[in-house]
């Protein structure tokens, strides 16, 4: 499958990446994960990113493109890969655009995943990540919680509220979704390959999106 993941900050483009993975060995592809691990290893990649991701501003398109362009063309990409925050503004669309024609690759769809801003609200407020670079597990203190000492089931690792996940920094985000990322609605809507999903759990944008491209 080669998918782009759309959707608001907490819409649950993560989760149900991680699910379509599993069905076809797809790789998932996430912009944001890729950030936070160049910033934790203190990379310069990382020392670039890291106060724009802090405020919740994007991360310049010029920086973001030079990371895909290598990612995209990695071997494990060849099987098909899910994109996960990325692309993320219109500038990234068309360079996403014009890279994959010239590695010969098209897309299958672009997905979506349309939730309520108040549901976004109370997801982001309560989710919390495992601090491990390598793990990044995905809690939620009221619907999925890490052990009772506040650690990763999967690593052991403590798990934390993301900087940008406090009230300032999602408001900022979704502010920021609205303005540069919503317009990719559009973009991809003419482009033939959009499709909208409402109100559905991460297991039934599998199972919707899967139908859709066998
Ligand atoms: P979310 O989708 O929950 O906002 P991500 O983990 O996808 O979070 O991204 C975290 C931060 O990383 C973003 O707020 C932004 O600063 C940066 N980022 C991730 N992907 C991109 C991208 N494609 N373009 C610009 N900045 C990005």
Known sequence: MRIVLLGAPGAGKGTVAKQLTAHDGSVQISTGDILRGAVKAGTELGKKAQGYMDRGDLVPDSLI????EARLQEPDAKKGFILDGFPRTIPQAEDLKQLLQKIGIKL???INIDVPTDVIMDRLTTRRTCANPDCQEIYNVKSKPASPEG???KCGTPVVQRADETVEAIAIRLETYNEKTAPLIDFYKKEGLLKTITSLSSEEIVR???????
């Open 108 to 110: 299958d769809t672009v």
């Open 151 to 153: 650690k990763c089931l």
């Open 65 to 68: 493109m030079e990371i895909m």
């Open 208 to 214: 919707e999106v899967v139908k859709g491209i066998k």
